[in-house]
Nanobody
């Protein structure tokens, strides 16, 4: 499962850091291929924010380039999204996504965590 945390209310220009931790029961072995973030504001489609991969590459959505930074602590199986210079337009529910290689399953399995609300006031 993926556990997201770190959302909240912040004023425009402020910062927040989101965390997403991947875990499984003791019988399930897995490794992380990628972890990323998406967001969805009311009435809008889900938007890609950022992804980071186990070999170190990262990609960002155009709306957050230069303001958001994604990172991953492989030992903790946790991804972080540092969000700086937040704008009211960043207000949305942020959801984490992971591509996991699960022992016993072929390919990369796609997992989603619950969303965390980020609200930026003007």
């Amino acid at each position: 499962q993926l556990q997201a945390s770190g959302g909240g209310l912040v004023q425009a220009g402020g910062s927040l850091r989101l965390s997403c931790a991947a875990s499984a029961d003791s019988r399930t072995q897995f490794s992380i291929y990628s972890m990323g973030w998406y967001r969805q504001a009311p009435g809008l489609q889900r938007e890609f924010i950022a992804v980071t991969r186990r070999e170190g590459s990262s990609n960002y959505g155009d709306s957050v380039k230069g303001r958001f930074t994604i990172s991953m602590n492989k030992a903790k199986r946790t991804a972080y999204l540092q969000m700086n210079s937040l704008e009211p337009g960043d207000t949305a529910v942020y959801s984490c996504n992971a591509g996991l290689v699960v022992i016993g399953l072929s390919g990369i399995s796609d997992f989603w965590g619950q969303g965390t609300q980020v609200t930026v006031s003007s």
